[in-house]
């Protein structure tokens, strides 16, 4: 499992990377929705994560801690891979 993105990024070559929460990088196998919250970045860098992360957010803010780091496990995967969640998941903007 821990080896996806590298087989992923060996598929589609080298395009941006999207930043996936450990749940969402499982949904990329399964094709289970969790619901992807994303955010982008000023260099159009994708980071998401799925419900279950969200509500271990902190109420004020969508910062980020130690305790939400360790539950999300982000992981990179390419931006192609990303797009598939469009095929089976919900995109919501997270910001
Ligand atoms: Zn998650
Ligand atoms: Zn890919």
Redesign the pocket.
Known sequence: MSDIGVV??N??GQVQAAYLCQQLLAGLTDRRPRGVNRVMDENDAISAWCDGCESCLPANGNERNDRTEAYAQIKP??R??FDDFEGFDTLKEAN
């Open positions: 992923q990024r598929r589609h995967v390419c192609n891979c």
